[in-house]
């Protein structure tokens, strides 16, 4: 049995409830390829889990060197759009995904390059979808895992109590989120900015007005649409019977878009009021423990694209795509500085 979950109230109720809905299921296809993490435990391991990569990625030190580098990466990046001797470029493969690589090996010390890591990650969610599919899982996938291991061990994070293992088991978890979903978000709020030239010139003038787009360009297109949990009990939710072992799909691109939370939901407004309730870094003991790290690397990124190459025209692109990682497959833009 599968049950969807698309009003705001339920889907937040069911994140909060990790008793009733767990992630900590045999069929959790992630799971399978990455190992026990943070990701598939609930209650004690769980936090065993999560704690220490909670307490690393928000420290001062690590908020402090996020910063600079991603500064330094952003201002790289734009300032090689510039002279280039092009004007226009496709931003997913010119900014927002190499923004989001470079960003995760500084953080994580790998010792590895881009595309290295990438590879890795590509063959990790091609195990995912392979055992998602009822498939074996592909030895390219559990060989990325052992690359994996070996560069995290080597750069010797500050991420107490965790073996070799479960170090690399989390590492891959925090991969999916600052590679995948960050990629993703930045190439959304271009998206979505460039979409409405109005919105897009106001932030120009005034850069107080990013955080606020960025918010509501979170909650209209989730680079996550959906997160999963299993029913540990037979249960109801708003008036729907749920049977014990039920994949219960929690669909958080459809409650930021319920009317009785949003009014006009489906419009891109960077002055609603209500757009910071949404539900894109999830909630509960689950919920992202990177989101200052997303909202740092898209505010950071229009800014460098906003100093560097001013106005932008989008050129090119069908717009945010996917069942599950929702971005653009391309983004091409031109601009006339």
Known sequence: MVCVITTYPECLAVMRDPVTFTVDDPRFSTGRIVGESMLSTDGARHRAHREPWARFLTSGATRSHAEKTVSRVCDDLVSDLRQSGSSSADLRTALTGPLAVAVMIEL?????????????????VTGVDAVSAGELPPAVATEAMRELERAVTAAALPIPQQSPAALASNAAVVLFGGIETVDGSIANLFWHLLGDSTTYRRCLADPQLVPSAIEESFRLEPAA???DRYATVTTCVNGIEIAKGALVIVALRQANRDPTVFPDPDRFDIDRPERGRHLTFARGPHACIGPHLARLEAITAF????EELGELT???SEGPEGKI???PAELVVSWGR
């Open 314 to 316: 989008l050129v090119q």
């Open 108 to 124: 994580l010390g790998l010792a590895v390059e881009p595309a290295t890591l990438l590879a890795w990650y590509r063959d990790i």
């Open 303 to 306: 800014t460098a694209v906003a």
């Open 325 to 327: 990682f929702r971005k």
């Open 225 to 227: 649409s959906r997160v």
